[in-house]
């Protein structure tokens, strides 16, 4: 088990190493002048070479790699070009809002999403499935930002339930943190939804037709037993690992949702910096988003084990 | 050793079918129909756009600012006085066109990243890790870094949407080779001496074409919504052309008073991609049913 | 014997989907199974059998309904059971025990709580004196070996053998009536369903259950069967004692499948040309698998170790081993599709065991293998005439020529040369197996693998691929390396035999010596463990004298 682990942990290595030099090639690939181009259009030739300056695009290639990895080991992500704050300063701000969106998301989207899955598979084939099925496309198609409009045009607007955008802290009352919550959520969960009761689906189907369900009915267990006891304890490890990769869409969907009900989240931070050109700020999210991506899946394939006694290293 | 399975139902899958019959099935299933059906219409639209729009989509109106749908304008107008109308068959355009073109880069990227990955055991660890890494940042911050980078600009937008979609084309590819080529019938082609290159050509492309085609269509589903996001956002198509992300970004300000600038746009983003979606499962289901949609088609 | 029966069905029909080749998986069945006795319905593929075996479970497909007759079981006729009494029934009047036990059980569950289970659902409410005392009781008696240490073990970690008596201890939880046996040894090694079949046998002395044993195989019903059941295309053809069946069968069908099955006995040795120096030798032949990975410590299998064999031409030489003996992995290192660890393989005193693929490519056409899986070893997008040729273009034979002889040789392995145009998913398996025969013969090989050729196919379609192996064989004066798990069919064809155990040949020698004299511990339990129908040696047409049976 622990050699398991040490694998899995070592694993992550190269692959956060491909991410780090794709993000510094990105900048110095890119082309034309990117310091010209950050710089914006009207800028002064002196502005231009400050910038450059900054990012160190004035020195040879190597050098820059080291030093940049250098910085990176030391937990340092560069300086915001528009606000001359340390990016992680600036991270470490928005940091809550993001996770709390993201925290009552995943919850909400496994609550749903996983009962929904099952169901649709022991019931395969009847209008229920179908159903379940056609409002999963459905979640897969509708751009996250047109959900979010019309959770707020029908919710907010219309029924003025809800209030319509902003943030409050949860150290402020819990309700009114909630409150501010819930459309965002219902709009980011439901892509997810889409995602884990597809998943959920398939894998219960598939276990549903092995050898094992059959070997479970023709001992006579009862029918709700055979599909929790029995099949969706099969089917746990393909849905954990697309809650995992799920992540990704989770993050894409974040920055999209903040800048739609107006949260002061990471995903604000981002559209901010893309608007203002600050790339180091733009760097910095990739990174962190990245890593959390990668020890979130590290995360999940460890919890592997604990679904499926045949995985054991 | 086990004993041979009772064939009691004539199972006609379709996967054990030479490419002709499938191909034939395939009008058969409601999912492929309703798809190309609604694509069709869209790519009408989008041809005929200039004889069907009301009005130059770029033309600014001060007057006509913001005016609720009508007879004059059906869909309304924008902040500027543009007509929504006019602009969405323009945006359809740009749309199908990103959709197509980013799937198609990503296939034939995916597809050699792949081959190339599945039968050489040396390039296959190195790439294999490059493609691990580049699925681990997102990819909408990937794109939007590379807008940021290089300019607002249709290329760059089609370029920085198509490689975050390439791992998952050349993963795809890449499995399936490997699962083909312990294919009894492989072994028995290399017994008989057919020299690599033709083992690949005659024994194991064929065998990706399904999964690719169904992959592309989800592609381009996830490429027509990125750029919407992408526009959105602020980091898409330079904001003269009137792409539907780009009409949607240009209604944020004044939604709550005029929302059918970002509805309408909305909902022209979400049939045209609903529309790909199930053309894409209806060719997963007669094509190749061993791909589980879900772990692909992430926005 | 005046007992009710365990099983009485009575004019059972089922009604296959109305796309079917034919109206019913089964027609017009009847049949009964006492207490203590064990019936054997027995079939090739498509006969129903397993169909049958569903239905008394009622756990018949959607697609399948049973419309006339009924299946009584203890006085309750399942058929019209509802679907809660169908639950009450299942697992406590009627146990199954399935074909395949590496699936068949739950892989996420220990083996203790599956069986606990079995028990659960049909404890009388709140009486459940000591359930776990129990379990261990029933895992005893299927003669588990620790069975405290097991019940906390998953099934990956147990042989097959130990997964099909979890299997058992899980059908006789609730002493049924009936127990319904599908193929349980099928998947088994021989010596390990012989280990099976003998547990079956002692439960049925000491419990009071019936068993119903569904098996293709007319040796497995030799061994244990009281009455024999005999199906084709969802009909019964012929049912009575297993003597009166098996030593005087009236039903045609009948007599063709047991005249299909192969004996043990070697046939009488060929008269081979002394040849010179052998076609094929191996030589301390190796193979290692392993997945030696840089931080991780390789963990090695040698799957072939020292092998040294040789054959000489116009001889065939069966491999026979059991599952992880090795025999593929020598075939596949022979074939060069995989390349050995070590040793030499000589073809015609050529050293070709370390050859480059591209060296290789002369060696190629002279040794030709043939799969055992009859459904993937055909590319299913190619014709037949494409996948014939395709050996002879890549050795330059032109492209009339090539399909010229194609269809010939379809038409020597009894196949019409029209069918060159056609697809592989429109043949049967023992038709895919011809053409794949067929397929190495247009090579013009010197050396023939078959791997395990005929041991997916039907026994009389398996027969008949034999005889046509046999007679190319004197035809093109081939050298065939037979690999089977399947002593009796080996005895059919081959003239040596070598004995394959944990990658090591243990015994080598004349087929006729090593039936009738088998020298290591190994092959004489080989040849103990496999399904005789000896006593049973039939009254023949011309009336020669029957042996006397012992049953």
Redesign the interface.
């Known amino acids: 088990m622990g050699r398991f682990l040490a ?1 899995r942990v ?1 694993a992550t290595i ?2 956060m ?3 780090a ?3 510094f090639l ?2 110095r690939l ?3 002048d ?1 310091a010209a ?2 710089a914006g259009d009207a800028a002064s030739p002196e502005h231009i070479a400050e910038i450059r300056a900054r990012l160190g695009l004035d020195q040879p290639i190597l050098v820059q790699f080291a030093e940049w990895i250098g910085r990176l080991l030391h937990g340092d992500l560069g300086t915001s070009i528009i606000s001359n704050q340390p990016v992680t300063t600036l991270i470490g701000q928005r940091l809550e809002p993001t996770l709390a969106l993201a925290t009552t998301t995943i919850l909400f989207a496994v609550i749903v999403a996983v009962p929904l899955g099952v169901l649709s598979a022991w019931r395969h084939g009847t209008w229920i499935d179908r159903g379940v099925m056609t409002l999963s ?2 979640g ?7 959900l979010g ?2 959770w ?2 029908a919710v907010a ?1 219309q029924l003025q339930w809800l209030p ?1 955008q902003g943030y409050v802290s949860f150290r402020q009352g819990f309700w009114p943190f909630l409150e501010r919550l819930i459309l965002p959520t219902l709009t980011l969960s439901v ?1 997810y939804i889409a ?1 884990i009761a ?2 959920t689906r ?2 219960v189907l598939e276990v549903l037709g ?3 369900i ?10 709700r ?1 055979v599909l929790t ?2 099949a969706l ?2 089917a746990a490890v ?1 849905i954990v690992s ?1 809650i995992g ?2 992540i ?2 989770l ?3 974040v ?2 949702t903040e ?1 739609v009900f107006n949260l002061p989240g990471l995903g604000r931070l ?2 901010d910096a ?2 203002a ?1 600050d ?1 180091p700020v ?2 910095g ?2 990174l962190l ?2 890593a959390a ?2 020890l979130i899946n590290l995360a999940v394939d460890v919890s592997y084990t604990i ?4 995985i054991r290293y | 050793m086990s004993a041979p399975a009772e064939p009691f139902i004539a199972h006609e899958m379709a996967a054990d079918l030479p490419d002709v019959r499938r191909a034939r099935a395939l009008w058969r299933n409601p999912g492929v129909v309703f798809g190309v059906a609604v694509l069709l219409i869209i790519l009408l639209l989008a041809i005929g756009a200039a004889y069907l729009a009301n009005v130059d989509p770029i033309l600014l109106r001060p007057r006509f600012r913001l005016r609720a749908p009508s007879a004059i304008a059906w869909l309304g107008t924008d902040q500027f006085g543009r007509d929504v109308y006019s602009r969405v068959l323009f945006g359809a355009r740009v749309s199908l066109f990103i959709g197509f073109a980013v799937a198609t880069i990503a296939v034939v990227a995916g597809l050699i990243i792949g081959l190339v990955a599945g039968y050489l055991r040396l390039l296959d660890a190195i790439l294999m890790r490059v493609m691990d890494g580049v699925m681990a940042i997102p990819n909408i911050l990937l794109a939007i870094a590379m807008v940021t980078l290089s300019g607002a600009g249709i290329l760059t937008v089609i370029v920085a949407i198509a490689i975050p979609e390439i791992p998952r084309v050349a993963r795809l590819v890449r499995s399936v080779v490997l699962s083909v080529r312990e294919e009894p019938y492989v072994e028995a082609a290399i017994g008989v001496g057919t020299p690599v290159p033709l083992i690949m050509w005659r024994h194991i492309l064929p065998n990706t074409i399904a999964p690719l085609i169904v992959q592309g269509t989800y592609t381009c589903a996830a490429a027509i919504l990125t750029e919407a996001i992408l526009s959105f956002l602020g980091a898409g198509i330079p904001t003269e052309i009137p792409s539907w992300g780009n009409i949607m970004a240009e209604g944020r300000q004044s939604f709550q008073i005029a929302p059918w600038v970002i509805l309408f746009p909305g909902f022209c983003v979400a049939l045209t991609v609903l529309a790909v979606n199930v053309l894409g499962d209806g060719l997963r289901d007669m094509l190749d049913p061993r791909i589980a949609r879900g772990m692909d088609n992430l926005q | 014997m005046s007992e009710a029966p365990a099983l009485d069905i009575q004019g059972l029909s089922i009604a296959l989907p109305r796309s079917a080749e034919r109206g019913f998986a089964v027609e017009n069945l009847s049949l009964q199974v006492r207490p203590q006795e064990i019936v054997c319905i027995v079939g090739e593929s498509g006969s129903g059998k397993s169909v049958t075996a569903l239905s008394i479970m009622g756990l018949l497909p959607r697609a399948l309904k049973a419309t006339h007759g009924a299946i009584d079981v203890g006085g309750e006729n399942v058929l019209t059971a509802s679907r809660a009494r169908l639950r009450e029934l299942r697992g406590n009047r009627i146990a199954m025990i399935f074909q395949e036990p590496m699936t068949a059980l739950n892989p996420v569950l220990s083996v203790g709580n599956q069986i606990d289970e079995a028990l659960q659902w049909h404890a009388a409410n709140g009486a459940r004196a000591a359930p776990r005392k129990r379990v261990l009781d029933l895992m005893e008696s299927v003669g588990l070996p620790d069975p405290e240490q097991l019940t906390r073990s998953y099934p990956h970690q147990l042989s097959g053998g130990q997964r099909q008596r979890v299997m058992i201890a899980m059908a006789l939880a609730n002493e049924p009536a009936l127990i319904i046996a599908d193929e349980p040894t099928t998947a088994l090694d021989v010596t390990t369903q012989a280990r099976i079949l003998r547990l079956l046998r002692k439960i049925q002395r000491t419990h009071r259950s019936g068993i119903l044993f569904i098996t293709h195989d007319f040796g497995v019903v030799a061994e244990i069967a009281d009455r024999v059941v005999v199906m084709r295309h969802g009909r019964v053809v012929e049912q009575g004692s297993v003597d009166e069946v098996l030593r005087n069968p009236q039903n045609t069908y009948t007599k063709m499948l047991l005249e299909a099955v192969p004996s043990a006995e070697p046939r009488p040795a060929r008269l081979l040309p002394k040849a010179e120096a052998p076609i094929l030798t191996t030589q301390d032949l190796q193979k290692t698998f392993g997945d030696a990975f840089f931080l991780r410590a390789g963990r090695t299998v040698r799957a072939l170790d020292d092998v040294s064999i040789d054959v000489h031409r116009g001889e065939t030489l069966g491999i026979v081993g059991e599952s992880g003996s090795g025999k593929s992995t020598l075939a596949r290192c022979i074939a060069r599709l995989i390349d050995p660890s070590g040793g030499e393989i000589r073809l015609d005193g050529e050293e070709i065991g370390n050859k480059t693929q591209a060296a290789l490519r002369p060696f190629r056409r002279r040794v030709q293998i043939v799969f055992q899986d009859p459904y993937r070893s055909l590319n299913p997008r190619r014709t037949i005439g494409q996948s014939i040729t395709e050996g002879p273009r890549n050795y330059g034979t032109d492209k009339g020529a090539a399909w010229t002889r194609a269809g010939a040789l379809l038409d020597l392995v009894g196949i019409e040369a029209r069918a060159l145009a056609r697809y592989p998913h429109e043949f049967s398996g023992g038709q895919r197996q011809r053409i794949a025969i067929a397929r190495a013969l247009a090579m013009e090989p010197d050396v023939l693998i078959a791997d395990e050729a005929v041991s997916a196919l039907d026994v009389s379609v398996q027969a008949q691929v034999l005889d046509l192996m046999e007679r190319l064989r004197g035809e093109f004066g081939l050298t065939i390396l037979f690999i089977t798990h399947d002593l009796r069919v080996a005895a059919r064809l081959c003239d040596t035999v070598a004995v394959m155990l944990n990658g090591r040949i243990v015994e080598h020698g004349p087929a006729e010596r090593i039936f009738r004299e088998p020298q290591h511990s190994y092959t004489q339990a080989l040849l103990a463990a496999a399904p005789k129908m000896r006593h049973f040696e039939r009254a023949t047409p011309r009336g020669s004298l029957p042996r006397i049976g012992t049953v």
């Open positions: 694998g070592l190269p692959v190493g491909v991410v030099t794709i993000v990105l900048l890119a082309p034309g990117p181009i950050l496309v459905l897969f198609s509708i751009p996250v930002f047109v409009y019309l707020i045009f607007m319509v892509i995602l597809r998943i398939a894998s092995e050898d094992y059959r070997t479970a009915h023709a001992k006579g267990v009862g029918e037993a006891h029995h304890r099969n393909p697309v990769i799920g990704a869409l993050i894409s969907g920055v999209i800048s981002t559209v893309v608007l050109r790339y733009i760097q999210v990739i988003f990245s991506y990668i679904f499926d006694p045949r």
